[in-house]
């Protein structure tokens, strides 16, 4: 991260409210916080996260492909229907295929 005096003063603002931490969004101790809960707890997350800090040209769509984009980042498996912000499936049910990584999908 770069150093927080950096960062405009509504950024610095949430990362001090938050005890300097930034919490990383993939990893095995995003998955420990996320796994029980669903696409649907983490699309809201995520859009309330942009509400806050909105990227240029964001639309409807935008939350939902980062939550796509970070549930892919921490090895999830896509669907064949595409995420929507209601859907709700447990994130751990999408993750449950890492500790099989290796082995190839027709096996599983
Ligand atoms: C639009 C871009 C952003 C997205 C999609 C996003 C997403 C998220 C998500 C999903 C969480 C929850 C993590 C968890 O509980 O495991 C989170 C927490 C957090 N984010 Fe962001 N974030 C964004 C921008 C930022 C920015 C720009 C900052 C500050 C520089 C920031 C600072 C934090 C902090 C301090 C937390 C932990 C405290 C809390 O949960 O409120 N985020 N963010």
Do not use: C, H
């Amino acid at each position: 991260m770069p150093p927080l005096s950096s960062l405009p003063e509504n950024m610095q603002k949430v990362v001090k409210a938050a005890a300097g931490k930034v919490p990383p969004l993939a990893g095995p101790a995003f998955l420990g916080r996320w796994s029980t809960r669903t696409t649907k707890d983490l699309s809201e997350r995520i859009k309330s996260a942009v509400g806050g800090f909105p990227p240029e040209n964001a639309n409807e769509e935008t939350s939902i492909n980062l939550t796509a984009y970070i549930l892919q980042a921490n090895g999830a498996l896509s669907g064949t229907d595409p995420l929507t912000a209601t859907i709700a499936i447990p994130i751990g049910r999408l993750t449950e295929n890492l500790a099989q990584a290796d082995t190839p999908a027709s096996k599983r």
